[in-house]
């Protein structure tokens, strides 16, 4: 089971090193005043997001979704233009893909983005219970090699801590176009007692929905002939009964 921690008893986990990169080509100009100036205005509040995460959004919104390592921000901020009722959490340690999400959130005037800079873990560590409503992790560094797979942001103890955040009926939606990490992500979560496959034929997973826009590096799988799949698990209402 998915054990939830007692009351007031945060899980105990491992020291934990970042893998990847934090920041790569120098920034402009542009991008390092929007760091300046409005990330502070957007930035989450850890521990006022540990008690009331729907309480860093003015005003309060009907849902709250969270998308893990979103890169470029581009899927995060055409979320949050379509849909301005919810409150949408991105987690990404790489700085210069933090400075293009503030680039979109400027140019769209949205109102509905509050960003953690930094190691998704940390947030989710924090989150309180049965409060996402929707979570996204696009095309996760996929880390090829075996003696990398550990490496994973989709792991066992993602999953895991996942079903504890996410309400029941919440989708999780995860995209990869590397095939050792879509047998490993369908292997976890389908394996998993919260989560539910949806899935009826191949085109539900072949094909983006027409809520679910394409992202920078989708596109560059797709340039390189790459073809990505498209994964939507739902949370349960209550645990798999194992076989
Ligand atoms: C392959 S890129 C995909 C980016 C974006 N989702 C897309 O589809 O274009 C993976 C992203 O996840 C971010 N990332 C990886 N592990 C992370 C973590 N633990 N916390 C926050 N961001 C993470 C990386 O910095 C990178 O930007």
């Known amino acids: 089971m998915c054990a939830a921690p007692p009351d007031g008893e945060k899980t105990q986990r491992p ?28 930035e989450l509040n850890l521990e006022a997001a540990a008690g009331d995460p729907t309480g860093q959004f003015v005003p309060t919104p009907a849902a709250l979704w969270l998308e893990i390592g979103f890169g470029g921000g581009e899927h995060l901020a055409w979320q949050a233009g379509q849909n301005p009722n919810v409150g949408i959490i991105g987690a990404e340690f790489f700085i210069n893909g933090v400075g293009n999400l503030l680039k979109l959130v400027e140019d769209a005037n949205l109102k509905n983005v509050r960003i953690h800079k930094g190691d998704a873990r940390d947030l989710l560590d924090r989150l309180p219970e049965q409060t996402i409503d929707r979570a996204f992790i696009l095309f996760p560094d996929p880390w090829p090699k075996a003696k990398h797979n550990k490496r994973r942001i989709v792991q066992k103890q993602t999953l895991d801590r996942l079903a504890e955040l996410l309400k029941t009926g919440a989708e999780l939606r995860i995209a990869t176009d590397d095939p050792s990490y879509r047998r490993w992500i369908l292997a976890a979560a389908t394996n998993h007692p919260w989560f539910d496959w949806n899935v009826e034929k191949p085109a539900d997973w072949r094909r983006r929905s027409d809520d679910w826009p394409p992202t920078r590096y989708e596109e560059k799988a797709l340039a390189a002939g790459r073809q990505p799949v498209y994964l939507r698990f739902t949370r349960r209402a209550k645990m798999r009964e194992s076989t």
Do not use: E, N
């Open 15 to 42: 020291r934990r090193s970042l893998h990847g990169r934090r920041k790569g080509r120098p920034i402009r100009a542009a991008r390092q005043r929007l760091l300046d100036t409005l990330l502070p205005q957007l």
